[in-house]
């Protein structure tokens, strides 16, 4: 994409943790803010976006690190630098 331009590309795995004061904190900021889950959310009716919030505690409950009712979630992201002419 960069073609001859790029000079060099770095790439390195990094971590960061999600926190939030409560699994429900998360999702509900994620429902009100963030443009794929609140398109998700929209695309559901009721039953189906209790589901969704159910399914997402869930899997919260699964990754949380917290053992104080807050939420603590590592997730792993890919940087990349690319430096140009």
Do not use: W
């Amino acid at each position: 994409m960069f073609g001859a331009a790029a000079i060099s590309v770095k790439c390195e795995s990094r971590s960061f943790a999600f926190r939030y004061r409560s699994p429900e904190h998360f999702v509900e900021v994620f429902r009100t803010y963030y443009g794929p889950t609140l398109k998700a959310f929209a695309a559901l009716d009721e039953a189906n976006q209790q589901g969704l919030r159910k399914d997402l505690l869930a899997l919260i409950g699964r990754m949380n690190r917290a053992e104080d009712g807050t939420m603590v979630v590592p997730s792993e992201y890919l940087e990349v630098v690319i430096t140009k002419r």
